[in-house]
């Protein structure tokens, strides 16, 4: 199965932190499950660490691609269908590059890990 991991959860499993649910690490422990971040999780955290927002364990052109790597994660990029689907969306949610993901998972018909309970006000798929 496929799943679009929220930049936090991918953050959080990387850096192994203890915040994940047991049904995310479960699911992203299953090897038969592929995991997807979304160019927008990637421009995301680019943002915070340039603006001292979010500090890293090693910079970011060595960790990103490691990371991906290391963890069997593809990107998914943005495309115009997301950028069409994100248009269509009720402004439940304020963050852009939350409100991206949700339209790409949308468009993708795939669940996204993530602990933002705002996600759920949209009818997307939710693994927590």
């Known amino acids: 199965m496929r799943a679009l991991l929220d930049t936090n959860t991918f953050l959080w499993f990387i850096s192994g932190n203890d915040k994940l649910s047991d049904a ?6 299953d090897f038969n499950n592929e995991l ?9 955290i ?5 603006i001292g927002k979010l500090e890293l364990l090693q910079p970011y052109d060595k960790l990103m691609p490691q990371q991906l ?10 495309t115009l269908k997301h950028m069409t689907k994100l248009i269509e969306l009720p402004f439940h949610h304020r963050d852009p590059f939350d409100r991206l993901i949700i339209a790409q998972a949308l468009r993708e018909e795939i669940p996204v890990i993530s602990s933002d309970t705002i996600f759920s006000d949209y009818p997307v798929k939710l693994i927590w």
């Open 24 to 29: 995310a690490k479960i699911f992203i422990a």
């Open 36 to 44: 997807i971040l979304s160019t927008a999780s990637l421009w995301e």
């Open 46 to 50: 680019a943002i915070k660490v340039s």
């Open 69 to 78: 790597d290391e963890n069997d994660i593809s990107v998914l990029p943005i």
